[in-house]
Nanobody, 124 residues
């Protein structure tokens, strides 16, 4: 599976962005999809995930501001980000795996496939 993330950019605090991640290759399997981010000098952290069945998970830091969704017909996952803050500045990565258990969905090391990342910069 190949993942291609897009939609990052520069936005002012309080603004919105929508990230997209298109999957290609062996997309017939039921993949769980996640978004992670890595800020300069920090470890990669979980942002949000959506199971093939539609269940969603969010980091506490983005709950109520971000929304993850997927379009299985287009093999695409989206991350709608509202009320952006400077601390949301990071490279955002999408990831996929077909064999996650619920307790693993927030763990980056459990995902087998990764996109190249897209930079989100939020100015104050």
């Amino acid at each position: 599976v190949q993942l291609q993330a897009s939609g990052g950019g520069l936005v002012q605090a309080g603004g919105s962005l929508r990230l997209s991640c298109a999957a290609s290759g062996r997309t017939s399997s039921r993949y769980d999809l996640g978004w992670f981010r890595q800020a300069p000098g920090k470890d990669r952290e979980f942002v949000a995930a959506i199971r093939w069945s539609g269940g969603t998970y969010y980091a506490d830091s983005v709950k109520g501001r971000f929304a993850i969704s997927r379009d299985n017909a287009k093999n695409t996952v989206y991350l709608r980000m509202n009320s952006l803050k400077p601390e949301d500045t990071a490279i955002y990565y999408c990831a996929a795996d077909s064999s996650l258990i619920p307790s693993s969905i927030r763990l980056s090391e459990q995902y087998s496939y990764w996109g190249q990342g897209t930079l989100v910069t939020v100015s104050s």
